[in-house]
Antibody, heavy 115, light 109 residues
Framework: QVQLVQSGAEVKKPGASVKVSCKAS????????ISWVRQAPGQGLEWMGW????????NYAQKLQGRVTMTTDTSTSTAYMELRSLRSDDTAVYYC????????WGQGTLVTVSS | QSVLTQPPSVSAAPGQKVTISCSGS????????VSWYQQLPGTAPKLLIY???KRPSGIPDRFSGSKSGTSATLGITGLQTGDEADYYC??????????FGGGTKLTVL
């Protein structure tokens, strides 16, 4: 069965960076892209961007351009999302999801930004 | 403020039917497929409906989706207490950015 397993919770100070991982199993990793979605406490879903696991092409949300980088490691079927220059309003649960229809989701990674 | 507009909340009694609307524009819903997601409390979202009206395997036929013009609707029949969750619509815009509605909290009275 398809599984996406994310790395654990992180606490960061403002201005720092965070890198969240998402390890895929149960399907051919390079056949689907990985999307990243975040959810601030008590808020709705916010799309962050997408990366092709086949060729590494990316499409980032305009709001995050310049602060976010998505990568993949096909040797380990793992996707990564790095967010830099963290601010308090980046505090959220970060999800990875398979493809562009989000047919499977990771369990989420809580990133807390606090001084 | 989400580009896709959903009612903040809906409610109905067990066994009844409820619909959740998602309103957009010609630059998003009007020219793209719509998906629906269910998020149970404290869990990750789950895909309920894709390509406007298709259900992934394992999703009961109590859940249905439709689209007309620049709006989409999620229908749930035979409501159960386990259906209490937040529901989100999703689509794409003309710049290939994904969009989500603001979410609708379903209460089964």
């Amino acid at each position: 069965q398809v599984q996406l397993v994310q790395s654990g919770a992180e606490v960061k100070k403002p201005g720092a960076s965070v890198k969240v991982s998402c390890k895929a199993s149960g399907y051919t990793f390079t056949s689907y892209g990985i999307s990243w979605v975040r959810q601030a406490p008590g808020q709705g879903l916010e799309w962050m961007g997408w990366i092709s696991a086949y060729n590494g092409n990316t499409n980032y949300a305009q709001k995050l351009q310049g602060r976010v980088t998505m990568t993949t490691d096909t040797s380990t079927s793992t996707a990564y999302m790095e967010l830099r220059s963290l601010r308090s309003d980046d505090t959220a649960v970060y999800y990875c999801a398979r493809g562009v229809d989000y047919s499977s989701w990771g369990q989420g990674t809580l990133v807390t930004v606090s001084s | 403020q989400s580009v896709l507009t959903q009612p903040p909340s809906v409610s109905a009694a067990p066994g009844q039917k409820v619909t959740i609307s998602c309103s957009g524009s010609s630059s998003n819903i009007g020219n793209n497929y719509v998906s629906w997601y269910q998020q149970l409390p404290g869990t990750a979202p789950k895909l309920l409906i894709y390509e406007n009206n298709k259900r992934p395997s394992g999703i009961p036929d109590r859940f249905s989706g439709s689209k007309s013009g620049t709006s989409a609707t999620l229908g749930i029949t035979g409501l159960q207490t386990g259906d209490e969750a937040d529901y989100y619509c999703g689509t794409w815009d003309s710049s290939l950015s994904a969009l989500f509605g603001g979410g609708t909290k379903l209460t089964v009275l």
